[in-house]
């Protein structure tokens, strides 16, 4: 073989191997990619939840407001506490609140930015993070009437996309403006809409549609219970219950004209409804009707996004509101159904349980 036929062999392999090693050496490291927003929320809300019940009974807390906050820490932990909490989660969480006033202060921001962030994040974590920022307002106004300090700043919900004037009996938590769209621009050509049974996603599951179409019966079985106890309430009570049901009666229109902007056609109003039990003693029924009312809201909140999710959170807000008002509560995950057993274990807790 010719000398420079080898010199030329050699060189081939010199280039070949030169740019095999370069090709094998390891890339400049790069940054983490960041973790989803529904992620970071929920272990944020975990910590914040987290400082408030350590610093519960230090504040003077009752073990009714322990239980509540150490069920809602468990649940967000819950399924898996590696991801749910990082450990840097719980060191870089604020400190313990001291004091009633403190405290307070505390569980009310917590709540307003839990409700803030179920706007955001996905259809789980917005549902269970509206569910503790409901329960933790609706805890911290509680505490300030049995403390005798000043109500919370109410948090102010982002605009929904309601056709009427107001979503909830107070304007402080939302303020609907008009639809840009009619539903016959965005609806299939011959104003056609979809039963709520068939007002699904394209894998199946249950969309907007139909969690709206259980708010629309939800709220539709509301004013006929109303409109009767209205008639057997007498003084405050039956002032209360004519406001109520004039509230229900706004969101009976607004979730109907959402679910027809969804393509969705409402279920048809029925000429009546079952009276819940016992009924004699009606603030007790029209408490349990509006429990009956919470998780369709939830749901809702879940499986919508945008607009429609921040109307089914005030929606929630407001129907748990008026659950207390007519003496029921809303427990500490309202409009979740939650087995306490199932929940896990929070580590290292410094807080009892109520007996």
Request: hydrophobic letters at 45%; a negative charge; aromatic letters at 4%.
């Amino acid at each position: 073989m010719p000398r420079w036929v080898k010199a030329l062999l050699v060189s081939l392999l010199a280039v070949l191997v030169l740019g095999t090693g370069v090709v094998l050496l390891p890339s400049r490291e790069q940054p983490d990619p960041e973790p989803p927003f529904s992620e970071t929320a929920r272990a944020t809300a975990y910590a914040e939840t987290r400082a408030l019940l350590d610093g519960a009974s230090a504040a003077g807390s009752s073990p009714a407001t322990v239980t509540l906050l150490e069920s809602q820490a468990r649940a967000l932990l819950a399924p898996a506490p590696a991801s749910a909490a990082p450990s840097g989660a719980v060191s870089s969480a604020p400190s313990a609140p001291a004091g009633k006033a403190a405290f307070l202060g505390g569980l009310a921001r917590s709540a307003a930015q839990r409700l803030a962030d179920a706007g955001k994040s996905d259809g789980g974590t917005a549902r269970l993070l509206a569910a503790v920022g409901t329960a933790q307002l609706l805890e911290s106004g509680r505490l300030a009437r049995a403390w005798g300090l000043p109500l919370p700043a109410q948090p102010a919900l982002p605009e929904s996309p309601a056709p009427s004037s107001s979503v909830l009996s107070s304007p402080a938590l939302s303020s609907p403006a008009p639809s840009s769209s009619s539903p016959e621009a965005s609806c299939p050509a011959g104003g056609s809409t979809a039963a709520p049974s068939t007002a699904t996603d394209d894998a199946g599951a249950p969309g907007p549609g139909e969690a709206l179409a259980a708010v629309v019966r939800a709220e539709q079985e509301a004013v006929y219970i109303y409109q009767v106890a209205r008639t057997r309430l007498e003084g405050t009570a039956a002032a209360t219950a004519a406001r109520d049901l004039a509230g229900h009666q706004d969101l009976l229109r607004e979730a109907e004209a959402l679910a027809r902007q969804l393509c969705t056609e409402p279920p048809p109003r029925e000429a009546g409804y079952r009276l819940p039990a016992g009924f004699a003693s009606q603030a007790a029924a029209l408490g349990e009707q509006e429990s009956a009312a919470l998780p369709a809201y939830g749901e809702l909140v879940a499986l919508s996004d945008g607009g429609t999710r921040n109307w089914a959170i005030a929606g929630l807000l407001d129907s748990a509101r008026r659950m207390e008002s007519w003496g029921t509560l809303s427990g500490a995950l309202p409009g979740l159904s939650v087995d306490p057993a199932a929940l896990p274990e929070l580590p290292g807790s410094t807080a009892a349980p109520a007996p």
